[in-house]
């Protein structure tokens, strides 16, 4: 059994037949993936990355075992795509109390933002705990993770001792150039490589994402397995009208050039939630361009169906739903009986919470395509590092599927860099003079 994408509550809005109509541009956006002669095509490493990483999972497991031993905090360092993934698939496999729970080490995350307080409370966090480190960057030198990661480092020989702290970093970087590669070779970091063909938002299933999920205690064999079967699901034997990635593409395209301009990205399950994040760099860092691309939302139900539900069920119609369900989930709490039933929930008495949940679920769906919001799904059979890998794969897939349909670079993000420039000038760091004196000029 795979995860399942069904897009029949979308034929309302668009027909099959204009569904249909993008298999040849499709099946040619995946000869350009798999040929490598599309556009970014110097990024595509993460295609078969199910299983060339397979070699390097021993090693990364006992690097992970190695931190689980000694520490009690594990500090995952990075932004974007270097912390979304992992942070997504151990929120979703992890208990949603884990921090009131006795389940060392805990994995916490810096570098994803320049929050003074933020980094202040982690300190305070760590102090007088043991901890490692984990830090990723191609450059070593984006600032958000090497601000943290210079405050850390300190933070950690000084209460460890540097000794100890060669053993408890390790450097996810570069394989031969920049400041985080020059500094592990010094200090003698352990180290993995970032390939240069694999960016940021789809190297989850690299040493990036990888290394953190082992650290919180979970199966990346399964993770990996997961995704290689997705690979081939996905691949290009498989014909257009049975290929998931391919179907999610199309569909989407087709929605939008219908006038859909938002995709909202909905579950119904609150460990769900980082999935989404990750899901939205994804599809926005590589679709975004050029003044096209669809833009990548989300939300969590039923929670946010008491705040941004009126919108969507009555707002601008601009915006499809995409659905991601899980089939069955890994406990089960039975509703009871109660005799005075004040609160008129009897006729619930014996039946399953999740079987409540899926029926918000199916209801909302009704209700939404009826208001004029297309709906498609992504169902998971429950919620495990197998099922994840497929999820996690598929997306990344069907991503550069949809990019080379929008007929955009989906493997770069030049618009990033303008407010690093701003910001730069705006510090004065050397070699950003004319940059500052024009800015300041403006801000007169």
Same mark, same amino acid.
């Given at each position: ?45 993460? &295609? ?11 090693? #990364? ?9 000694? *520490?009690?905090? !594990?500090? *995952? ?49 760590? =102090? ?7 830090? #990723? ?11 943290? $990661? ?20 390790? *450097? ?42 082992? *650290? ?67 599809? +926005? ?8 691309? !669809? ?16 919108? !969507?069920?009555?707002?601008? =119609? ?26 008129? &929930?009897? $006729? ?62 989906? $493997? ?11 910001? $730069? ?5 050397? +070699? ?6 024009? !800015?300041?000029? =403006?801000?007169?």
């Amino acid at each position: 059994m795979d995860i399942k994408l069904t897009i029949d509550k979308a034929y309302g809005f668009v027909t099959p037949e204009a569904v249909s109509a993008y298999k040849a541009r499709a099946d040619k956006a995946q000869e350009m993936l798999v040929n490598g002669t599309g556009k970014g095509n110097d990024f595509l490493g993460w &295609l078969r990355l199910p299983e060339d990483i397979r070699p390097q999972l021993k090693d #990364i497991q006992a690097t992970a075992n190695l931190l689980r031993q000694e *520490c009690e905090v !594990i500090v *995952c360092i990075g932004i974007g795509g270097s912390y979304l993934g992992a942070k997504a698939v151990i929120d979703a496999l992890s208990s949603s109390f884990a921090w009131l729970e006795d389940k060392k080490p805990y994995i916490v995350y810096a570098g994803q933002n320049i929050g003074e307080d933020y980094l202040y409370e982690l300190q305070s966090l760590l =102090r007088g705990k043991r901890f490692g480190i984990i830090s #990723i960057s191609k450059s070593g030198t984006t600032t958000e993770p090497a601000l943290a $990661f210079r405050l850390l480092k300190t933070q950690l020989e000084e209460q460890q001792g540097k000794e100890a702290a060669r053993r408890l970093i390790v *450097c996810i970087t570069d394989k031969a150039r920049g400041a985080l590669r020059t500094l592990a070779t010094q200090e003698g970091y352990k180290t993995y490589v970032i390939e240069d063909n694999i960016g940021g938002r789809f190297s989850v299933l690299s040493p990036v994402g990888l290394l953190p999920i082992a *650290c919180a205690g979970f199966d990346i064999e399964q993770l990996i397995d997961g995704a290689a079967r997705m690979e081939s699901v996905c691949g290009t034997d498989t014909p257009f009208e049975a290929n998931p990635a391919a179907q999610y593409a199309a569909v989407r395209n087709a929605l939008y050039n219908s006038g859909k301009k938002v995709e909202l990205l909905v579950n119904f399950h609150p460990k769900l939630h980082y999935v989404s994040e990750w899901w939205k760099q994804l599809y +926005g860092e590589s679709e975004g361009k050029e003044q096209k691309g !669809i833009f990548p939302a989300s939300a969590d139900f039923t929670t946010d169906l008491h705040s941004m539900g009126q919108y !969507i069920q009555d707002g601008e =119609r601009l915006l499809f739903e995409t659905v991601v369900s899980v089939a069955e989930p890994n406990h089960q709490v039975d509703f009871p009986h109660n005799d005075a039933n004040l609160d008129g &929930l009897n $006729f619930l008495a014996g039946k399953r919470v999740d079987e409540v949940n899926k029926m918000a679920e199916l209801g909302t769906m009704l209700a939404h395509v009826d208001g004029g919001v297309p709906n498609l799904k992504v169902e998971l059979p429950k919620l495990n590092e197998y099922y994840l890998g497929e999820l996690i794969y598929f997306f990344e897939r069907a991503c550069g599927i949809s990019g080379y349909l929008l007929d955009v670079n989906p $493997f770069n993000q030049p618009g990033v860099e303008a407010y690093k420039k701003n910001m $730069f000038a705006l510090l004065d760091k050397p +070699g950003y003079e004319a940059e500052s004196k024009a !800015i300041r000029e =403006r801000l007169k």
